[in-house]
């Protein structure tokens, strides 16, 4: 099966060639850092790490552009309710709307990189790049798709009565739909043109404002992906992805003005789907979020990791209270597996590629990122493991170790080690002092001495040390909690 992907903007399963062979240019929209992730952000995060991963996987060199909107309405509203505010979780009083904005940027780094996000390729941020927005602005006022305010407020607006294709994206017509919030409506030949520049207004702090052909300003929200994605991908590229409340207005808005420009733009919009609580939306108001910081707390990283790329990307991702403990069994399969296929088969140096993956998994992946079916071929080949290990066909352990690995690469699970399975230096140090007390109890046993025996196996399982004994001696894993 060739790569096929479900294309948005299409509204079907397409099968995908990258514009320029061998090479695929992905964007997809990062965060407006007004606060801490939340579990929507990483999710999206880990879905386009799994597609990144498998497009490395096939071949392709991935060029991949996450942006950082660090300047908007609602972090220069944070910002502004920090004055004179007391110090509490998130609150920094009297913060600069760009400090706040870099230290929630460094949040949402550290939460991507504890769960093995890779780094993209580039990470602009929207302060960057206010000359390419300008010279995008103008573009789109020659071609006779913008216009100045009509209230000389400096504002900018995109025409959408002058893009007849404006909803194609979110198929939805014109008439029906609700005025654009951002700004003032009085300034606009209809409310539903939205800001593509902002006129500063005395309420606004005079850092967050640029010189401009039309005033002093600051840029709209969407333009700002438009004029990164374009500098960085060029006028067309592969595919722009992003979560599925993102649709409208962002990306619709982002399609009309690019494409009003005269940029070719995505060729294929791939969208993520939201978490839910227990069926239900995840709301502050009643109660019912969690955060990727709880969901750490609760569970490692491994597991988390698991749990929040399980789904399809294009699927509700339902959470429940039991969610994380059964993630972690699936973890634990995984890992006591490798652990114990890697003692009884060895390793000869050679590492686990896409060589290795199963043709059943190349298949799932393949077909829209199916990451379910995907993960029910990782877990089949870990069954099949065992039977091995349990009949010492060596030669099976070494083959379904190595398609083991190579499948938990794809989908990110190796990034995330959990100790115990890795191979670093405190892995190292931490499997010599529990070699040394499993040799204790291993003498304990020989001289029938239970007690002793117990006590040391005791005593390593209130350390979280699981103790199993195989046919070829005791092998141990960390338990997941």
Known sequence: MSLRFYDTASAQVRDFEPLVPGQV?????????????????IRSAIAFDQLTRWLQARGFRVTTVRNVTDIDDKILAKAAASVGAEPADGVVPDEQWWALAYRFEQEFSRAYDAL?????????????????????????IDAGHAYPALDDSGDVYFDVRSWPAYGSLTRQNIDDMQAA????PRGKRDPRDFALWKGHKDTDPETAAWDSPWGRGRPGWHLECSAMVTKYLGPRFDIHGGGLDLRFPHHENEMAQSQAAGDGFANF???????????????????????PAQMLAEASPRVVRYYLGQAHYRSVLDYRPTSLQEAAAAVERIDGF????????GNDGAAAGPQDLPEAFGTAMDDDLNVP????VLHETVRAGNTALAASDLDSVR????????????LGLDAVQSAGTSAGPEHAALDSL???????????RAAKDWARADAIRDALSAAGVVVEDTADGAVWSLEHR
């Open 269 to 291: 919009w791939m969208h993520n789907g939201m978490v839910t609580f227990e069926g239900e939306k995840m709301s502050k108001s009643i109660g019912n979020t969690i955060s």
């Open 434 to 444: 529990i070699q040394d007390r499993l040799l204790e109890r291993s003498q304990a």
């Open 116 to 140: 093995g996000v890779q780094r993209p390729t580039y990470e602009p941020r929207a302060t960057g790049h206010i000359p390419e927005m300008h010279a995008l602005i103008q573009r789109l």
């Open 338 to 345: 490798i652990a114990k296929a890697a003692a009884k088969a």
């Open 399 to 410: 083959t379904a170790l190595f398609q083991v690995r190579a499948m938990t690469a794809v």
């Open 373 to 376: 079916q995907a993960l029910a």
């Open 25 to 41: 240019s992905l964007y997809y929209c990062g965060a407006t850092v007004q606060g801490l992730p939340h579990v929507g952000h």
């Open 181 to 184: 919030p951002d700004a003032d």
